[in-house]
């Protein structure tokens, strides 16, 4: 980001090869919306490069991008269309994975446990899932989630541990139902 | 939140995970877990989501995402042009307006120069009156404003509260005026 500031129009090109893709997977998470989610990552760079002149790195430029994602995040949750979550996130892969089908080997199994947490973390409070995202994911730490979101670090240590909570007693119950159906 | 299978630890567990509890308290709950098979459950379960989560595959932008970005910005970065040029229209605004007074103030001055001559230049060729009074015809022009020059004769008009530029034709016509009105009343 410096050597953008300085000038270096090939570091921004850097920054988006970088980023863009990790950007994406959070603001999908976030937005339940693979086409809303694009969007945003280009809202996200054009900040970025709007800011080449007034940047300071008075912290990590991973957690000031992803402050810049969860802002435009959570104020595109707020507007009325956001009525209706799941739109168009990739739904028909993440639901062939997430077959209650009997799983036929390890990866399988790996594999719909992994969109089932996907799936079960849209229905999560969206602070929550913000929150447990930027923390067990992309590795901020409490206090830089607490800058994000605008709130303390104790109440990020409550939202990342109900958002955990709830996801593994989801992931619990969904293991036990396939048990009982994969029980003669 | 807290539950039964956690022995009220919950969001201490999970900090522990997140490597974000004081040295004393993580200690304290690594002991815990040391005798308490259900917090070790409970974070087990609670670990398990973190890895699920990292398993979400990064799915590559649109191929032409960097490329629709970069029209973005040259778009509003004309934009921005634009809108500099749009401020200094609106800047420009009241300069455009103070352009407008000088040169109306001009056009008055050439008006009321003109209107003299009309009312007392001589109309037969007989010598200037000589007099203390400054002689119409010394009546010094009005110095030229290159913005009057420049000005459209519409907002001459308008300037001047008269209805059509063709008013100002008039005024810079006068002796044509002067001599159709003359043969006008000869004529009568």
């Known amino acids: 980001m410096l050597a953008f500031c300085e000038g270096d129009a090939a570091a921004f090109d850097a920054l988006f090869r970088r980023w863009a893709a990790r950007l994406l997977r959070y603001?999908?998470?976030m937005l339940r919306d693979a086409g809303l989610a694009e969007e945003l990552v280009q809202e996200v760079f054009l900040r970025v490069y709007g800011a080449r002149g007034s940047y300071r790195p008075e912290a990590r430029f991973s957690t000031w991008l992803y402050r810049i994602a969860t802002n435009l995040a959570l104020n595109e949750l707020r507007r009325p269309r956001r009525s209706r979550p799941h739109a168009s996130l990739d739904d028909a892969a993440a639901?062939?994975?997430a077959s209650d089908?009997?799983?036929s080997d390890d990866l399988t199994h790996a594999r719909r446990s992994v969109a089932a947490v996907d799936r079960a973390l849209g229905d999560v409070p969206e602070r929550q899932r913000a929150a447990l995202w930027l923390v067990a994911v992309e590795g901020l730490s409490y206090a830089e989630v607490a800058a994000s979101l605008g709130v303390s670090e104790s109440a990020v240590k409550a939202l990342v541990h109900r958002a955990r909570e709830s996801l593994a007693a989801?992931?619990?119950?969904?293991?036990?139902?396939?048990?009982?159906?994969?029980?003669? | 939140m807290t539950g039964p299978s956690d022995c009220g630890r919950g969001e201490d567990l999970s900090a522990?995970?997140?490597?974000?509890?004081a040295p004393e308290r993580d200690a304290e709950l690594r002991?815990?877990?040391a005798g308490c098979a259900r917090c070790?459950?409970?974070l087990a379960s609670l670990a398990r989501v973190d890895v699920l989560l990292a398993g979400i595959p990064v799915r590559e932008t649109s191929a032409d995402l960097q490329a629709r970005l970069r029209a973005r910005i040259a778009a509003e970065d004309e934009a921005g042009a634009l809108a500099g040029r749009g401020r200094g229209r609106r800047t420009g605004g009241p300069l455009q307006a103070s352009?407008?007074?000088r040169a109306l103030a001009a056009a008055c001055a050439a008006a009321a120069a003109a209107l003299a001559l009309y009312f007392f230049a001589p109309r037969t060729p007989t010598p200037l009156p000589q007099g203390p009074e400054t002689p119409v015809a010394q009546v010094p022009a009005p110095a030229r404003d290159p913005d009057f020059d420049a000005l459209p004769a519409e907002e001459i008009a308008v300037g001047l509260e008269l209805d059509t530029a063709q008013d100002l034709d008039v005024i810079a016509n006068l002796d044509l005026v002067e001599a159709l009105a003359a043969q006008g009343k000869d004529a009568g």
């Not at chain 1, 396939?178 to 003669?184: I, K, L, Q």
């Open chain 1, 95 to 97: 639901e062939a994975l």
């Open chain 1, 27 to 29: 603001l999908e998470r």
């Open chain 2, 40 to 42: 070790r459950a409970q």
């Open chain 2, 31 to 33: 002991a815990h877990l």
């Open chain 1, 170 to 184: 989801r992931l619990e119950t969904r293991g036990s139902s396939a048990e009982g159906e994969g029980s003669p």
């Open chain 2, 16 to 21: 522990l995970l997140d490597g974000e509890l």
């Open chain 1, 101 to 103: 089908d009997p799983p």
């Open chain 2, 99 to 101: 352009r407008r007074v």
